[in-house]
């Protein structure tokens, strides 16, 4: 029986080829074949002959670095160990840095950048690299991708997979980084004044021209309490906020914790329905229900929940009507309570007190409470002490709520426009058009006779964008608009119909938006304008040249859990399903500012996908 397997197994024998058949065949293929193999073998030593020599260069470089490390001290400048003192407080003045050489003296432009946020980021990689001596002050010495930070407080993607170096950054344009903090600015002896990290007190940077890129701080709206809550805008507030997450989990678990106490633990609170509070709920949401569900008892399940207070009809209100309802839908569908029409009146130690709008005009407004295990602030953005101080020093910024900036992103206020102001911390003050409607009239009117015809009504249109660009998506349709705003049919509009029309234009104008696509945009602008004021050494000149910003909206995203929903300029929505999730991370990921980000954000995917996320408290 053993026997006939194996015998029936045995292949059978191939069938005897004549000779000359086979010689015929091998004439017929040694010349191919031979031809592959030397292929083969040119292309592997090719390869290795490649990888070696780059494992040879790359091993040399970190040779090089530490043979010029030896003997720094005898080329650093003495002003880089003892700076002079001087300005109006007679601080140290940091005129020279320890990186700087006695041998090559930088005689460039000082350009100092306070802040490494997206704007500041963004101005060194455009940046031309020999033009400025760039100096770049910041609390932190890494750049942090803000808009992931809510997968990074359930473990979903590791805090180091949201941040790079600064001085990785600055190594292009050889600059310098300091960390410490701005606390004041001599505007006429062109000091910045910091704080630094060693506690040794303060100093001064010299500067010809400044760029201020703080960034904001959550705005308070007057509530109490608010010390008892967290926010989410540093790598700090994101190991508090996951920290926290698994403590009161696992002290819900423990069998001393009484029902009442175990609800309260495990009621997760969200201070605002913007994106930031939307993708934290989403994120906590796939924590629980992936996660929490497979190595924690059933019941702490049942007894989470998760609450949204908005102050507005609906979460995203940013984003269009569609795309709001279908998160608030969706939402629903996942047991996430959304508490529209709500604002808060305090926080206390374990539970926030709001206030319901009344249904209707004549009713009483409702008062309301929710326990919290944790309750996140996201409720809008505040100005930075340092920004509060600039608003002190300059009279063209008092009583603002941000730093205003003319068009080319110069600080109002400063008459050298040596100041810069960028991202979050400001806004491009919007033009009261009805001030200069004689100004704009005498540019079009070209017959003079105090009224426009059409052509002429587009040549103020033309001036309008040019000066102006944000009043550019208000003016649009040009033939349309000319009759709407010609009230008597005369075929011209007169000086009351334009001054109309420019009333009406500064009534839709709006602020532009704190977020990162704009602090980019800014700081790909403001590099240029200064590579091309490096060339010219004239202000004038290089407005004509580059011309005023011009914020292109390329659309928002927000994570909703397993999904997301985008809204584009060019009219597409995204609105849910898988292919949405993978749209989001995959503009994300090319949003990075290096490969080796890029690399640990695909790795962190892969990982939750496989194993799940990390449930330690650490």
Known sequence: MFTRSILSKTPTLPKKTPFFSTN?????????????RNAKRIALLSGSTLTATGLFFFLSQDKDYVEDAFGAHERVPYLAFYPQRGGAKNLPVISHQLDDDIEHENKKPRLVIVGGGWGAVSVLNNLDKDKYNVTLVSENNYFLFTPLLPSATVGTLELRSLIEPVRKILARVKGHFLEGHAV?????????????????GNYYIPYDKLIVGVGATSITHGVEGLEHTQQLKTIRDAIDIRRKVTENVEKACLPTTTPEERKQLLSFVICGGGPTGVEFAAEMFDWINEDLVRWFPKLIREDISISIIQSRDHILNTFDSKISDYAEKRFDREHINIITNARVERINEKEVVYKLKAKDSHGEPLIQKIPYGLCLWS??????????????????????????????????????????????????????????????????DKDKDGILQFDEFRDLCKTLTSKYPLTSQHIVNLQNMFEEYDKDNSGDLDLSEIKTMLKDIDSKMTHLPATAQVASQQGQYLAKYLNRLAESGNEQATKSAVGAFRYNHLGALAYLGNTAVGDFNFGFQMIGGLWALYLWRSVYWSEQVSMRTRMNLSLDWSKCAIWGRDISTV
């Open 184 to 200: 004041d600015i001599d505007i006429n002896e062109k000091y910045l004044e910091v704080e630094g990290k060693n506690g040794k």
């Open 24 to 36: 015929r065949a091998y004439l017929s293929t040694s010349r191919p074949s031979t031809f592959r």
């Open 379 to 444: 409720t809008g953005i505040a100005m930075t002490p340092f920004a509060k101080k600039i608003t002190e020093k300059l009279e063209a910024q008092a009583h603002k709520r941000v730093l205003t900036t003319d068009v080319y992103m110069h600080l109002n206020g400063v008459e050298d426009e040596s100041i810069f102001a960028l991202g979050d911390c400001a806004t491009i003050e919007n033009p009261n058009l009805v001030e200069h409607i004689m100004e704009f009239i005498e540019i079009a």
